[in-house]
């Protein structure tokens, strides 16, 4: 259900029938305007139905259907009982005369990229007629919803910059490390330029991956940069896992994975059972659920808070931070630093840059990190549910806020935050837990904290599609 949220401190941005909003403290000296990502306009034609375009060539299903429903298709003539698990949710499959099983999601799904793997006879396998890509600690297929007339994820003919894989030894925990790293255009040619840093957290049962191959970063960034939107800028992808594959901060999904049940996109429930996933499996959230958009604190997940950020944090600026800065062309101070990530990303963006002020100036939490409190929503049903009966109850008043405790008592002198703080963003998607980010974001505009923006991505959960559209929104904002 789409929502329409209504009030302004600076800036009110609308978006269709749902809204984006940012807001910046009137006593503070104004800040870059939040632009919102460009949604679906009304008139947009329909797509017609195609294939999924993660298939390999000449395979038709996943077909993704002209009104944006999913039809999956699986041979397996000789199993008695196969399933599709969508986003984490089960259903049967019917099986045709030619042993090929077929189903198709009762209900649109949203755009964007979306998991999906199979359950043959109860043994959880992939489709080997598309690609796999990690998701709730294990591989998973992919495929991927249009948004009709919106291209600003889409790789078009303009400069391009690299994403490349780098490999370094951390000697604090003896082991090797791998992430991504994505230089802007003409990094390569123009070697006496330097360039800020963006560092950007994955979620719960991902890794240093996923940022680009369903975040498609590189790609918003590219398209950003040839329109005069955004700064170039270095971004750093890592995985904030600190320890060996079988050690408590292992990596995400294997030995060391944030466990079930703790907050955002963790594993929750084993593959292929009702329920459990991302976000609830996008049904709506229990009373005392796992928090999403509004987790302040990383309950649950391993190396997230205490001193120095947790195990992550002391990692992350002892031996990340340094390598970046020697390896390549950086502009190594907090003004030219930021941080972001999603879900539990954006937990443990929280928590590493709240305790080290000293670095960081640019905060992005994605459904994730803020203490906002209340559960996410997830997407309000499973992609084969029937509609909600009715609206859910209106939220509670937000409680007050300790200013001495929240962020790991980073705001606990609001004049140095704000002197620290370039930009505070927070988001998650219409679906998630909105109505208590705007009202913990007016909370923190009525004591005084500057330059806050709050981004509601329209009809989205805890999903792919809300990140994306954070990132765009967001990345505008840093390092003016």
């Not at 299903?61 to 986003?87: C, G, L, M, W």
């Not at 598309?130 to 297929?141: D, E, K, L, V």
Request: with cysteine; proline share 8%; aromatic share 10%.
């Amino acid at each position: 259900m789409k929502r329409a949220f209504v009030f302004a401190l600076f800036t009110v941005l609308l978006a269709g029938s749902a809204f984006a909003q940012a807001k910046k403290d009137s006593k503070a000296a104004a800040g870059p305007e939040l632009v919102a990502p460009p949604l679906a306009p009304a008139n947009a034609p329909a797509i017609p139905a195609h294939a999924s375009p993660y298939n390999f060539a000449g395979i038709q299903y996943p077909r993704i259907e002209a009104d944006s429903r999913v039809t999956f298709h699986f041979a397996a003539p000789n199993a008695q009982k196969v399933q599709v698990s969508v986003v984490s949710q089960t259903f049967d499959m019917v099986k045709g005369a030619d042993g090929v099983w077929a189903y198709t999601t009762a209900q649109p799904m949203a755009p964007g990229y979306h998991n999906y793997w199979m359950i043959v006879d109860g043994a959880i396998t992939l489709d080997p007629n598309t690609q796999a890509f990690i998701g709730y600690g294990h591989m998973c297929n992919g495929f991927e919803v249009p948004e009709a007339g919106v291209d600003w994820y889409d790789i078009k003919d303009v400069p391009h910059g690299h994403v490349t894989q780098e490999n370094y030894f951390a000697k604090s925990i003896n082991a090797w490390r791998h992430i991504y790293v994505y230089t802007p255009p003409g990094y390569d040619a123009n070697l006496k330029t330097r360039y800020p840093v963006f560092y950007l957290q994955h979620g719960g049962g991902e890794d240093e991956r996923v940022w680009t191959e369903m975040g498609r970063t590189n790609v918003i960034l590219d398209n950003l940069l040839a329109q005069g939107k955004v700064k170039p800028m270095i971004v750093v992808m890592e995985t904030s896992a600190t320890g060996g594959p079988d050690s408590s901060g292992g990596r995400p999904g294997i030995g060391g994975a944030p466990a079930a049940g703790g907050g955002g996109r963790g594993p929750g429930a084993a593959p292929g059972a009702a329920g459990g996933g991302r976000a609830a499996a996008q049904a709506p959230a229990a009373p005392g659920a796992a928090p999403a958009a509004g987790a302040g604190r990383g309950a649950g997940f391993p190396g997230i808070g205490g001193p120095g950020g947790g195990a992550y944090g002391q990692f992350m600026t002892s031996e990340l931070i340094p390598w970046v800065d020697k390896n390549f062309r950086t502009i190594a101070d907090k003004d030219h630093r930021a941080m972001a990530g999603l879900s539990m990303g954006g937990m443990q963006t929280a928590s590493v840059t709240m305790n080290n002020l000293d670095k960081f100036s640019y905060i992005g939490l994605f459904s994730g990190g803020a203490a906002a409190g209340g559960p996410g929503r997830g997407r309000g049903g499973a992609p084969g549910a029937a509609p909600a009966a009715a609206a859910p109850p209106a939220p509670a008043a937000p409680a007050a806020l300790d200013f001495n405790s929240i962020y790991s008592g980073a705001m606990k002198s609001i004049p140095d935050f704000n002197k620290k703080v370039h930009v505070l963003f927070m988001s998650c998607g219409s679906l998630e837990n909105a109505d208590g980010l705007v009202a913990h974001q007016k909370q923190l505009a009525d004591a005084g904290i500057a330059h806050s923006y709050v981004y509601i991505s329209p009809g989205t959960a805890h999903e792919w599609q809300t990140w994306r559209r954070s990132l765009y929104a967001f990345a505008p904002l840093l390092f003016r």
